[in-house]
């Protein structure tokens, strides 16, 4: 059989790899895993299928899924980047945060110039409180989403991620005397109330909301050629419905750092130097 015929055999038909895609970036996850379980069959490029297949499972929240598609994928090719930043956000969200940093690293020494690794990196760091370590990891990141074709999408939530590291960094290096607001609550990790913030503080101090849970609908982000990615809800900042009236304390260094406005279109509260709402996902200015 000649080459040309063997192209030919290979490329006929529907090209289920790439129906996967489509239906991902329409939120169509069940369809695209469906098409990426074809492709994967047909050997439709199984390692961008895998690849494509594993970011739909995380998606949906479904992290040890997701984190055998991606090993699945590196058996396939050691050699590439992709499926190495996915299993480390896999492994960011069943809160392994060591073996995502492994993973994270794994790709940076393939791509060093990767946005998805070096920011996913600094969100891991934020997580295990290495302030200092994430702020490198993000300034990374956004040096190489400004000059990346496909990363540019990510500037605004990195510049969110590096502000956040910034001014926890801050408050560690200066911890306040006065007694937390209890009407603010971070829920944490194990849905475990975390007090923090003051009464005249936003509701959204560049927190958890303005990282890992983000925009349910914002736009797909691009990390390297060929590859979409989104990332699914984590918990958000969240305001008591009872607020003690006499438990005030003096503004923190976050708090003079953190000015409140709000979303012209759906009234959510922002930031000053913040692009996009964390609500609605518009363009604030």
């Excluded at 990790?189 to 975390?194: E, W």
Aim: hydrophobic fraction near 30%; glycine fraction near 8%; charged fraction near 25%.
């Amino acid at each position: 059989m000649s080459t040309h015929h063997r192209r030919t055999t290979h490329t006929s038909g529907i090209n289920y790899e790439q129906l996967g895609w489509k239906c991902k970036h329409q939120g169509k996850y069940e369809e695209a895993i469906d098409a990426f379980d074809k492709a994967i069959v047909r050997k439709q490029r199984p390692y961008v299928a895998l690849h494509g297949k594993g970011e739909c499972l995380l998606d949906l929240g479904k992290y040890s899924d997701a984190l055998n598609c991606f090993e699945n994928a590196i058996k396939i090719d050691r050699h590439h980047a992709w499926a190495y930043h996915g299993a480390g956000r896999a492994y960011h969200y069943l809160k392994k945060y060591d073996l995502a940093l492994a993973y994270y690293d794994k790709s940076i020494q393939i791509t060093r110039q990767s946005v998805v690794a070096w920011h996913w990196k600094g969100r891991t760091l934020i997580r295990m409180d290495e302030y200092v370590l994430a702020e490198e990891a993000l300034k990374t990141a956004l040096k190489n989403a400004i000059g990346s074709k496909y990363g540019r999408n990510a500037i605004p939530l990195i510049e969110a991620d590096l502000f956040f590291a910034k001014a926890h960094k801050i408050e560690m290096a200066h911890p306040s005397n006065g007694t937390p607001n209890r009407g603010v609550v971070i829920i944490g990790d194990n849905n475990a109330p975390i007090i923090f913030g003051d009464n005249k503080g936003p509701i959204n101090n560049g927190g958890n909301q303005a990282t890992d849970d983000a925009i349910q609908n914002r736009p797909i982000i691009m990390g390297e050629p060929g590859t979409g990615w989104t990332v699914p809800n984590e918990q958000i900042i969240q305001r008591s419905e009872e607020q003690n009236p006499g438990d005030v304390k003096p503004t923190g260094i976050l708090s003079r750092i953190c000015k409140t406005e709000t979303c012209s279109f759906c009234g959510a509260p922002t930031q000053e130097d913040q692009h996009y709402c964390n609500k609605c996902g518009r363009k604030l200015r």
